[in-house]
């Protein structure tokens, strides 16, 4: 047996015990790891228990100190205060975050007495009043504080001793972002407590004896936890792609012992990850069954929904819904592509001085009341005796409040996409008489999105898709994501005129059909029943589409760049109160945010000079433990760390440093391994450097503390403390005397 040296959990040596072993196989050399003797590294004495308890307490104390400040509400906190208010009135409500946190909330402000005899319409900086936001946030603190269990298991687990897994709940305890967040009602503590559990116990089970109790039992926990992770957060999705390959890594690398069966290695890995795909979409699916079913309410993503969900729910604006259209009917246009409604208002653009007409996302609104005219004829007995609309045919289009027809000119450019092939859309006021008139319109049905039959033969409310071609500007109606500035119109969607369209964004349907002569008898529009499944479907999709598609009305790409978060150039605004001097602003601690990425660095090139001078044909005979320990613990951290940051890179939604913070988890994580490595070759070194970091990381959260819990400070201290130019130094301004 060649000789094995390395440090185990506790300091000691390895040279007496047979954990991990070189041995000698029939052609190569070959690591073989004792499952049985490795878990030692577990255990834990009396003493060192009482410091972990000492140290969750701590954790949990300073995440509640102050916790009633401030008694108003954040921005980022509204989501959650409007879920909680629609599940208590079932209220529908979309949002890219998973259900459980709201669900979870919104069942203790009810056992707490909310929503029962008093309720609130809560906006942003508005003061709670009956709303329990205390009691939020008080749960949210300690499940913060329960994480640091889990970090330091994560790290026993990884071979790290007592003392500098203690070091790592330290960086943790003491991490100001992650103390911030949790502070709050934000799901970013649930999302990491879920984190810290599948990845101790993902770790936990290549320890034990697979098919044993025990690994079944940690594989149960483990894929709960990532069920209720992918429950909580949109970056659920990219945990389970760390976790796929995670095993994929510690299969190879168990592969390579020839002690150990490839059939008895393929059969743990299947089940295990059967098991990982079955039990976290399990519990994925109860969370939104639940949230499906307790949303049955029309509410504030009601206009985000495709009209068959929409009837679906109470107070719909789609009851009793006359199925045919005629000329002279008032309707709503509805955009196929953005569900939002064709509109105008008395308003005018600032260059050609006509009237505003764009695409609103509020059906509740007068302005988009239009009515549809015959373009020749008698039309007053044509409006009155309520004539089917057979297309394709020409109409005129009445917006009913300005009592103006919808033009197509082509003599102006729209305001903001001033191509020389697009015209403005705008309505018929002071225009001279043409040869051609530009308010008459074609309605175009596109038979791919129109399936009846009765749709393509006459104009049919939400059957009939069709596009509104105007033949004198030889041009589509089309909806733009371009937001406007300028009055009424302000963050109202730009609609033009354009010769060669997008498809689908040339697209139309009748939303709301009303005529005098209608009744009950003429007919209605048969909606399908939709299912649990059908629905699930379609607000995924508009969830996968916001967050990696980019959705009309979001901005897209990052409003914080990588380099940014790394080197914590930038922190988020949460609460300003220029009255009292105080102001809550999320930024990190400064030592560990720049400790994670020298141990990163410090790894890359370890593993740089590893694969350089490696020799593939020169057999080793010695392994170092420490080494190797370090190495493949670090590079499934690694894996954690970079994986879920680089696939933030397709995400398509502003993201904040707030969003870096899971990515973070797997950095701390990444610094007591290497100071562990460090221990075993320099200890007295690596222990008076863990002394200096562990100063440094309390200064700076000693230092920047005011931003944390809203504490009085002076604009001079704040201004020192600035980490460096991209921090926005406009939040020290609150700190002025006066």
């Known amino acids: 047996m060649p000789e094995i040296k390395g440090v185990y959990s506790h300091g000691g040596s390895l040279s007496n015990i047979e954990a991990i072993s070189l041995r000698m196989g029939p052609i190569r050399p070959y ?24 140290a969750v307490t701590i954790t949990i104390v300073i995440r509640l100190y102050c916790i009633e400040f401030p008694n108003k509400v954040l921005l980022e906190e509204i989501p959650i205060v409007s879920a909680i208010n629609s599940y208590l009135t079932g209220r529908f409500f979309l949002d890219i975050n998973p259900p459980f946190v709201p669900l979870l909330f919104s069942a203790l402000s009810r056992s707490l007495g909310y929503g ?27 499940v913060g504080g329960l994480a640091v269990i889990y970090i330091y298991k994560i790290l026993k687990i990884s071979a790290v001793n007592h003392y500098y897994a203690l070091f790592g709940v330290f960086l ?21 407590l879920f984190v810290a559990i599948f990845v101790c116990h993902h770790k936990l089970m290549s320890l034990k004896t697979k098919f044993s109790a025990s690994w079944f039992f940690n594989l149960l926990i483990c894929t709960t936890a990532l069920g209720l992770a992918i429950s909580t957060h949109w970056s659920g999705l990219f945990l389970i792609v760390y976790a796929f390959l995670s095993s994929t890594i510690t299969f190879w690398i168990a592969s390579g012992d020839i002690d150990v069966s490839m059939n008895y290695l393929r059969i743990a890995s299947l089940i295990k990850d059967f098991a990982y795909l079955t039990i976290p979409f399990t519990i994925y699916l109860y969370f939104f069954n639940l949230h499906l079913s307790h949303l049955d309410s029309r509410g504030e993503s009601y206009n985000l929904l495709s009209p068959a969900y929409q009837h679906s729910l109470k107070e719909t604006h789609l009851d009793g819904l006359i199925a045919d259209v005629s000329y002279g009917s008032t309707v709503m246009i509805r955009h196929f592509k953005s569900g939002e409604y064709l509109h105008s208002h008395n308003d005018f653009y600032r260059t050609s001085k006509h009237q505003q007409v764009t695409l609103f996302d509020n059906f509740d ?21 309520a004539m089917k609309i057979f297309v394709p045919h020409k109409v005129k289009i009445k917006h009913v409040a300005t009592d103006s027809f919808l033009v197509a000119d082509s003599d102006f450019k729209p305001p903001l996409s001033e191509q020389e092939y697009n015209s403005e859309v705008t309505t018929q006021k002071d225009f001279s008489e043409m040869e051609e008139d530009t308010s008459e319109f074609q309605l175009k049905i596109s038979t791919k999105y129109t399936k009846d039959e009765k749709a393509r033969v006459s104009l049919r409310a939400i059957e009939s898709v069709f596009q509104i071609y105007n ?27 354009i010769k060669e369209p997008e498809y689908e964004a040339s697209l139309w349907y009748i939303d709301w059909n ?11 529009v048969d909606f399908p029943e939709l299912g649990f499944w059908d629905k699930f479907v379609e607000i995924h999709f508009k969830v996968f589409k916001k967050l990696f598609v980019g959705d009309i009305g979001y901005n897209n790409g990052f409003s914080v760049s990588f380099t940014d978060w790394l080197f914590l150039r930038k922190g988020y605004v949460h609460f300003l109160d220029t009255e009292a001097h105080s102001a809550v602003y999320l930024l990190g601690n400064y030592i560990t945010y720049h400790l994670v990425i020298l141990v990163i660095f410090i790894y ?3 593993k740089a000079y590893q694969l350089m001078t490696t020799n593939p044909y020169q057999h080793c005979t010695t392994v ?39 990515i973070l988890f797997f950095g701390i994580l990444c610094v007591p391994q290497t100071f562990q490595l460090g221990h075993s070759k320099a200890p007295k070194f690596t222990f008076f450097l863990t002394i200096i970091s562990c100063l440094l990381v309390f200064l700076a959260f000693k230092k920047y503390s005011p931003l944390i819990y809203g504490l009085q400070w002076s604009y001079e201290r704040c201004m020192k403390m600035m980490v460096g130019p991209g921090w926005d130094s406009g939040v020290c301004k609150v700190y002025y005397p006066f």
Do not use: W
């Not at 577990?42 to 972990?52: G, I, P, R, S, W």
């Not at 008093?118 to 603190?141: K, M």
């Not at 009424?488 to 005129?497: D, G, R, T």
């Open 604 to 606: 890359s090139v370890f």
């Open 172 to 192: 943790f305890a003491l991490e100001n972002s992650m103390i911030t967040q949790s502070r709050f009602m934000f799901t970013d503590s649930f999302y990491i």
């Open 365 to 385: 609104d007068f302005n988009n009341f239009f009515k549809i005219y015959p373009v020749k004829g008698n039309s007053d007995r044509i409006m009155n005796d």
């Open 514 to 524: 009303k005529h005098d002569k209608y009744s009950i008898d003429s007919g209605l």
């Open 116 to 142: 029962v005899f008093t309720f609130e319409e809560l906006s942003i900086n508005s003061e709670y009043d009956s709303f329990p936001y205390q009691h939020l946030r008080v749960l949210n603190a300690i």
């Open 31 to 54: 690591v073989h790891i004792n499952e049985t003797q490795i878990q030692k590294r577990l255990n834990t004495n009396v003493y060192e228990l009482f410091q972990l308890l000492a």
């Open 471 to 497: 033949k004198r500007s030889d041009c589509y109606l089309l909806g733009t994501p371009l937001l406007l500035t300028e009055g009424f119109a302000e963050s109202q969607h730009e609609l033009i005129c």
């Open 624 to 662: 170092d433990v420490s080494v190797y320990i370090y190495d493949h613990q670090m590079l499934d951290l690694i894996l954690g760390y970079t994986l879920t940051l680089l696939l933030r890179k397709f995400v398509k939604i502003d993201l904040q440093l707030f969003d870096y913070l899971p």
